[in-house]
């Protein structure tokens, strides 16, 4: 098999679908992965019809802790490998942390930050034997900022998913393998309806904060292929991870908290 093959986490819909568009226009051999199959057998034929790649399709939960496993294990019984990893699934979870259940919390936990861990562990010997590998956290600005009140593990998420980038970048530097946090701001998908903050999120933020989820995709693709260690799409964005960086923590923080309650529901 000459073509290398690019494993997508969360593929049915939104910037994870992007993704797969973007990798399959460059070359690669695609693997989606995400619970809806129909959805993930519908991008595969669009895509090897347009392409001419080839396709896998797994449904997974990653929810369920054997889940990377058997994401994995379906590839090595097609006589396949992941050359490209892009961890992209992911959700939120609205609601106050004392309110919640924390089987919801431990599932959220599972599938935004050990199950991304664990694909990236299982797919780096052989990444880092065979001298090529991507590997895209799809983590968030949320991640670079201070957390706000409800939605309580997300900012706390993607924060571990840039710092854990950063690290990996440094260990595999060198290596032929390249590793980026992908930090977007507000992007259109189907996030804020899956987490029932459409129309809060967008009664309340102006438009220009918004990017597609095909230019968050192609800067993410752009900035692993840069070797960057981590990608802000866009300059509203940009700028908003600046200012966090350059005024005091406290100061950030009074800021979210008379801002947070724009688009997060506690
Ligand atoms: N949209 C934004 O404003 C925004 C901003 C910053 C960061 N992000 C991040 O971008 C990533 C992609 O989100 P998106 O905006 O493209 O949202 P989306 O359109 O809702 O897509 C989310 C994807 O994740 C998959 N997924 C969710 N839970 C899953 C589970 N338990 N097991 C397997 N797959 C699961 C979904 O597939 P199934 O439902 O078919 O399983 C879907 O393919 C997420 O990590 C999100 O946190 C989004």
């Given at each position: 098999m000459d073509r290398k093959l690019a494993l997508v986490t969360g593929a049915s819909a939104g910037i994870g679908a992007a993704f797969a568009r973007i990798l399959a226009s460059h070359g690669y051999d695609v693997a989606l992965t995400a619970r809806r199959i129909e959805r993930l057998d519908a991008l595969a034929e669009e895509v090897r019809l347009r392409y001419g790649v080839e396709t896998l399709t797994v449904a997974a939960d990653l929810a369920e802790p054997e889940a990377p496993g058997h994401v994995l294990d379906h590839l090595t019984a097609h006589g396949r490998t992941a050359d490209v990893l892009i961890n992209n699934a992911g959700y939120g979870l609205p609601g106050t942390y004392s309110e919640t259940l924390w089987t919801d919390q431990a599932a959220f936990l599972q599938v935004m930050v050990t199950a991304p861990c664990e694909l990236a562990h299982r797919v780096l010997g052989g990444m880092r034997e065979r001298r090529f590998g991507r590997i895209v956290n799809v983590a968030s600005l949320a991640g670079l900022i201070p957390g706000a009140a409800g939605h309580t593990l997300y900012a706390a998420s993607k924060a571990l998913l840039v710092k854990f980038s950063q690290s990996l970048h440094l260990e595999v530097a060198g290596d032929g393998v390249h590793v980026t946090a992908l930090c977007p701001g507000f992007t259109y998908t189907e996030f804020h309806d899956v987490n029932g903050t459409r129309e809060l999120a967008s009664s309340s933020t102006p438009a220009w904060l918004w990017l597609g989820a095909d230019e968050v995709a192609a800067a993410g693709y752009e900035a692993v292929e840069a070797?960057?260690?981590?990608?802000?799409?866009?300059?509203?964005?940009?700028?908003?991870?600046?200012?966090?960086?350059?005024?005091?923590?406290?100061w950030a923080l009074a800021l979210m908290a008379s801002q947070g309650g724009r688009f997060r529901k506690t």
């Open positions: 070797n960057r260690a981590v990608c802000v799409p866009g300059a509203p964005s940009k700028t908003i991870a600046a200012l966090a960086k350059a005024i005091p923590d406290d």
